[in-house]
Structures are given as structure tokens and as C-alpha cells.
């Protein structure tokens, strides 16, 4: 069964779903507008400028009507100099008032556009590592820089130029209907067919926005997978790197195509009504030079008007592109108002129990609990109880897929149980603020994640205000110290994009100094040294040893020599205990456990 995000036309170019076609119809224009609420004020000084320029515009022809009916054939240089002065000062007034105009316009437009952004990476964070494991990095990428992106021409300037076109053709038109309202009549002929052309065109638009947008989405699906150090990897030792050029070069293409099908959408339409605007002013003078009309009207008169008529296509056209601007804008708008309106699966307690993250002792326990993933029929993990004292060991074996790693993820409250509950110290770890979660419980899991910037910066991640002497002391605990200080440049070398400056088990052991840098009360360990050597581990276990006196500490390990030490062994068989106890008893029952220790 195809995806959406795999579903395609036959013969490669992007189809739409139906799903995606209703959002982007289903977008509200009131939603949208409540997005400029917070900058009501602003947008009014916005307004009342546009006004004021377009009533002040307004009076350029009545002037120019003055210099060819009466400064110049009465030869009057005195009137003739005081009207090319206003004329001149009704440009510059104008000008004045559209850089205000602009600047106030923009602004408000880019904080709509910050907000946007900061709300949908804000909301993203809080997501489910569900949603990410359901959801392509690209497309998250492409929703926040390509979708907001395509959003700023109409965020910033569409307030403006509605308000601008709306007022400067009202006030042409009151102009136009005092100097002659027969002949403003058929300046307005062309106004039905104009406004049934445009809407045709602004739904087609629409339409490929959205095939746009996916097609981005892709495009930045592919960058991300080939592009990042692991794909590169990837694609040079299995040779596929001519298959992965071929890709984009398709991707590329088709958004050649739906950009030139964006432009020329309806353009013949609009060309069409340019040519009949542009006639209109011949069919003015035609009609003014009819023996039944002529003489109805001077000259100066006449040229005012038709000044004005041209004025008046000008703010038309305008809005007639803004509406079909704004209309195929809904396409991004649905795509990241989809992301807003993602629920929050984890999220903080309406009324979180206060919790000092210096005072807890740390004592874990697993009440009857059951999960299962998303889609899934089966439960990971189904009726989990154990009881881990503060200050004890647990460590969780078991063959690969039993549900260890579900239960470190619900311990850091990646995921919620379905059934029963997990508590620290008697209270459940839902009705804690997530802030305080993080502080008590910090994970090591086998999967390290290094960002792309120096070594201290990378441990300082854990801690903002941690001292270079902490940092220190959690990089010698977790036996990389020496490591790091032999780099070219000590802690501020960078590690390089994902950590490849390091080898895995130099990694892991610099994701050990970074949560011990936090100093939690729990401890979980997923395979947290399962990348390395012998002697090193060996090392890193010694330091987790002194480091567990007085702290929780949840080990996940497939080798049995790391765990045999626990206060506590469960040993996890398809989502359920299966046997727990210390390793000398159950090596001594001889059941699961030691066939895993033989």
C-alpha cells in the first residue's frame, strides 16, 4: 500500500493526494488572520498610510487637468509653476509614505514569519520519538525552511497590497465617476469576466502548490539521506552513487516543470485581459470623439481621465493577483498548520508535582506496565513489575528484541505505558514536569549522537553552565580524558558531522562523560559499552562503579561479564520477566540466564 509520501502518477511526476487536497482547501482564511492579531496596531498605522498616499495620488490628475485647460492656454506661468510644484510634491509625499509603509509592512511580516517557525520547531520538539520515527527528516527540514519560505512574499506584503489596490481603486474610481461617470461605466465592463478568470486560476495554482511542495520535501529528503556523512559512506561502498544522481536529477526536473506549469497558469487568461484593459482607454477616446458626445468634454479632462482609468487597471490587477496569490499560499499554510495541530503525546501535567531534582533518591519502580508501538498489535512489553532501590543496580538481559531498550525508553519517558504506571520515589513519572524528569534520569544508549561542534561544547550540551574543571572531571570519569587531550586542539577540537572524527567506542564513551557531566539520580545504560574493546570497557566499568554508589543505575547488556555485578538481574523474554535475580542464583537455577552466560 502506498504512502503518501510515496504515492506517485505513473511516469514520475508528483501526484496529490485527496487527503492533501482537502487541506489546503480546508484552510481557513479567519486562522490565518489571527495570525496578524498580535500586530493589530502596527497594521493600522500600515493602513491609515496606504490612505493617505492613495488620496494624496489622487489629486496628480486634477492638477494635470489644471495645466491643459487653464495654466497653459491662458498662458498663466505663475499657476503653471505652483502646479508642477504640487506635483512634484505629491510624488515625493507619496514616496515618503510607501518606504514608511514598506518598512512597517515587512517587519510585521517577518515576526509572523518567525513566529510561524519558532511555533512549528517549538511543537516539533515535543513530539513522540514516534513521530520521528514515522516521519522523514527531510520533510520535517522541508515544512520549516521551504513551506514558512514560500509563505513571505504573501505574510509581508499581502496585508499591504490588499489595503494599498483596495484604496487606491476606491479612490480612483470616486475620481473617475466625478470627472465623468458614463465613461467610468465602461471603463468597468471588464470587471466580471476579470474576476471569474482569476479565481479559475488561483484554484489551478493551488493545486500544484502542493505538488510543489511535496517535490521540495523529496528533494530535501534526498539531500538529507545521500548528502550527510553516513549516506555518503553508504553510497561510495555500494556503488550506488550514479542511481542516487539519477534521483535528484528526476526530483529537479519535475520541479522545473511544476514551476513553469505555476507560471504560465492561467497566463494566457491574463494576458488576454491585459490587451482588453489596455484597449479600454482607445474605446474612451472613440467614445468621446463621437458626434453625439463631442465637445461633451475638454481636453484636459479627458487625458485626467484616462490617467486615472490606467490608475485603475494598476490596483485591479493587483488584487486579482493577490487573491490568487493568497489562495494558492493555503497549500503551505495547511502543510504547517498539519504540524501545529499534531497532538502532544508526552507533554507536561496539567498540574505537575514539584519535584527537587538535588533531593530525590532515586528508588524506580514498574507497576503492571504494558506498552506497544504505534500500529503495532503486539505488546513490547506487557504486566513489567520490578522494584529497583535507590542505589541499586538492575541490569535487564535478554535476546535482541524482547523489550529491554522499551523499558529504558519509558524510564526517560520517551514513550508512555498503555497500562500500569513507572514511578521515582513514589511519584509517576507523568505527573512530573519533563524539565525535572530529565534532570533526575540520564540515558547512555547504544546509538550516539555527537553534534557538529567542538568537543566541549558537545559535553557542555548536557550542562549550559558547566565549569571547564567539571567538564574534566565527567571526561576523566568516563576514561576519554587522556583521548581528548591528545586531539590537535584538546576539548575544542571539533568532532565533525555525527562524531566520525571518533571511532564508536570513542563516541560512546564521550556520550557517558556528557550525561555524567548532569550527574543524575538514575542512571540507564543501553548497551552503553557495547562498542567497546575489551580493556577499555573494562576501564569505562570501573568509573561506572564508583560512580553508582548512592545512584540508580538501569544497565541494558547483552554481555553478561558487564552485569554480573547487579544487585539485580531480569532476565526480559518477548515483553515479559521471565526470571530475575542475582547472577550466582541464576546461574544456579539454570534456566534462561545461564544458557546466556554459558
Same mark, same amino acid.
Given at each position: 500500500m502506498e504512502t503518501p509520501t510515496q504515492n506517485r502518477t505513473r511516469g514520475g511526476r508528483s501526484s496529490v493526494t485527496a487527503?492533501? /487536497?482537502?487541506? #489546503? @482547501?480546508?484552510?481557513?482564511?479567519?486562522?490565518?488572520?489571527?495570525?496578524?492579531?498580535?500586530?493589530r496596531w502596527p497594521l493600522t498605522v500600515v493602513i491609515?498610510?496606504?490612505?493617505?498616499?492613495?488620496?494624496? #495620488?489622487?489629486?496628480? +490628475?486634477?492638477?494635470?487637468?489644471?495645466?491643459?485647460?487653464?495654466?497653459?492656454?491662458?498662458?498663466n506661468l505663475n499657476l503653471l509653476i505652483w502646479l508642477v510644484l504640487g506635483m512634484v510634491g505629491v510624488a515625493v509625499l507619496t514616496a515618503a509614505l510607501g518606504v514608511v509603509q514598506t518598512w512597517i509592512a515587512t517587519s510585521i511580516g517577518q515576526r509572523v514569519m518567525h513566529r510561524l517557525r519558532t511555533e512549528v520547531f517549538s511543537h516539533l520538539q515535543r513530539q513522540s520519538i514516534a513521530f520521528f520515527t514515522n516521519t522523514r527528516t527531510g520533510e520535517v527540514q522541508s515544512r520549516i525552511t521551504n513551506d514558512i519560505g514560500g509563505m513571505q512574499s504573501v505574510v509581508t506584503s499581502t496585508a499591504t497590497s490588499i489595503a494599498s489596490n483596495l484604496t487606491t481603486a476606491v479612490a480612483t474610481l470616486v475620481a473617475m465617476a466625478a470627472l465623468s461617470w458614463q465613461l467610468t461605466l465602461i471603463s468597468l465592463l471588464v470587471m466580471p469576466p476579470s474576476i471569474y478568470l482569476s479565481r479559475r486560476v488561483a484554484r489551478r495554482r493551488r493545486t500544484i502548490t502542493v505538488q510543489q511542495q511535496r517535490e521540495l520535501a523529496d528533494l530535501n529528503v534526498i539531500v538529507e539521506e545521500s548528502l550527510s556523512i553516513s549516506g555518503v559512506q553508504l553510497a561510495k561502498t555500494m556503488g550506488t552513487g550514479p542511481a542516487l544522481a539519477e534521483r535528484f536529477t528526476g526530483s529537479s526536473t519535475r520541479l522545473i516543470d511544476l514551476e513553469l506549469r505555476s507560471q504560465l497558469?492561467?497566463?494566457?487568461?491574463? *494576458?488576454?485581459?491585459?490587451?482588453?484593459? #489596455?484597449?479600454? +482607454?482607445?474605446?474612451?477616446?472613440?467614445?468621446? %470623439?463621437? +458626434?453625439?458626445?463631442a465637445g461633451a468634454m475638454t481636453v484636459g479632462t479627458l487625458v485626467a481621465?484616462?490617467?486615472?482609468?490606467?490608475?485603475?487597471? @494598476?490596483?485591479?490587477?493587483?488584487?486579482?493577483?493577490?487573491?490568487?496569490?493568497?489562495?494558492?499560499?493555503?497549500?503551505?499554510?495547511?502543510?504547517?498548520?498539519?504540524?501545529?495541530?499534531?497532538?502532544?503525546?508526552?507533554?507536561?501535567? *496539567?498540574? +505537575?508535582? #514539584?519535584?527537587?531534582?538535588?533531593?530525590? *533518591? %532515586?528508588?524506580?519502580?514498574?507497576e503492571d506496565v504494558t506498552f506497544a508501538y504505534g500500529g503495532s498489535s503486539t505488546a513490547a512489553v506487557a504486566g513489567i513489575s520490578l522494584d529497583v532501590p535507590a542505589g541499586s543496580t538492575l541490569a535487564l538481559v535478554g535476546e535482541t528484541g524482547s523489550g529491554k531498550s522499551t523499558l529504558a525508553a519509558l524510564v526517560s519517558r520517551l514513550y508512555d505505558p498503555a497500562g500500569g504506571r513507572i514511578t521515582i520515589d513514589g511519584v509517576d513519572l507523568r505527573d512530573m514536569r519533563l524539565a525535572d524528569l530529565a534532570s533526575i534520569v540520564g540515558v547512555v544508549s547504544q546509538e550516539t549522537y555527537l553534534l557538529h561542534a567542538t568537543v566541549r561544547e558537545n559535553l557542555r550540551y548536557a550542562k549550559p553552565d558547566a565549569t571547564d574543571a567539571e567538564i574534566e572531571a565527567a571526561a576523566r570519569a568516563a576514561q576519554v580524558h587522556d583521548l581528548i587531550a591528545g586531539l590537535p586542539e584538546g576539548y575544542d577540537?571539533?568532532?565533525?558531522? @555525527?562524531? $566520525?572524527?571518533?571511532? %564508536?567506542?570513542? /563516541?560512546?564513551?564521550l556520550a557517558i562523560a556528557r550525561t555524567l557531566l548532569r550527574n543524575p539520580r538514575v542512571l540507564v545504560l543501553d548497551e552503553a559499552t557495547s562498542a567497546l574493546d575489551t580493556a577499555t570497557e573494562r576501564a569505562v566499568q570501573e568509573a561506572f562503579d564508583a560512580l553508582a554508589v548512592g545512584r540508580t543505575t538501569i544497565t541494558i547488556? $547483552? @554481555?553478561?561479564?558487564?552485569?554480573?555485578?547487579?544487585?539485580?538481574?531480569?532476565?526480559?523474554?518477548? %515483553?515479559?520477566?521471565?526470571?530475575s535475580g542475582t547472577h550466582d542464583t541464576l546461574v544456579a537455577d539454570n534456566g534462561r540466564y545461564a544458557t546466556l552466560a554459558a
Open positions: 487527503a492533501e /487536497k482537502a487541506q #489546503a @482547501r480546508d484552510v481557513s482564511l479567519r486562522r490565518v488572520g489571527r495570525l496578524f492579531i498580535p500586530y491609515a498610510t496606504i490612505v493617505a498616499s492613495s488620496i494624496v #495620488a489622487m489629486a496628480s +490628475p486634477f492638477l494635470l487637468r489644471e495645466v491643459l485647460d487653464i495654466a497653459l492656454p491662458n498662458r497558469a492561467g497566463r494566457w487568461w491574463m *494576458a488576454t485581459m491585459s490587451i482588453v484593459f #489596455a484597449a479600454i +482607454p482607445a474605446i474612451i477616446y472613440l467614445a468621446a %470623439g463621437l +458626434p453625439m458626445t481621465f484616462t490617467t486615472l482609468q490606467n490608475g485603475l487597471f @494598476r490596483p485591479l490587477i493587483g488584487l486579482l493577483d493577490t487573491g490568487v496569490s493568497v489562495v494558492s499560499s493555503l497549500a503551505l499554510f495547511g502543510r504547517i498548520f498539519e504540524y501545529l495541530d499534531l497532538p502532544v503525546e508526552v507533554e507536561d501535567p *496539567a498540574e +505537575p508535582v #514539584a519535584v527537587d531534582p538535588a533531593a530525590v *533518591a %532515586g528508588h524506580v519502580r514498574f577540537t571539533m568532532v565533525g558531522s @555525527r562524531g $566520525h572524527r571518533f571511532s %564508536g567506542g570513542e /563516541k560512546q564513551r547488556a $547483552h @554481555r553478561i561479564s558487564t552485569v554480573r555485578n547487579a544487585d539485580q538481574i531480569v532476565v526480559i523474554d518477548q %515483553g515479559r520477566v521471565a526470571e
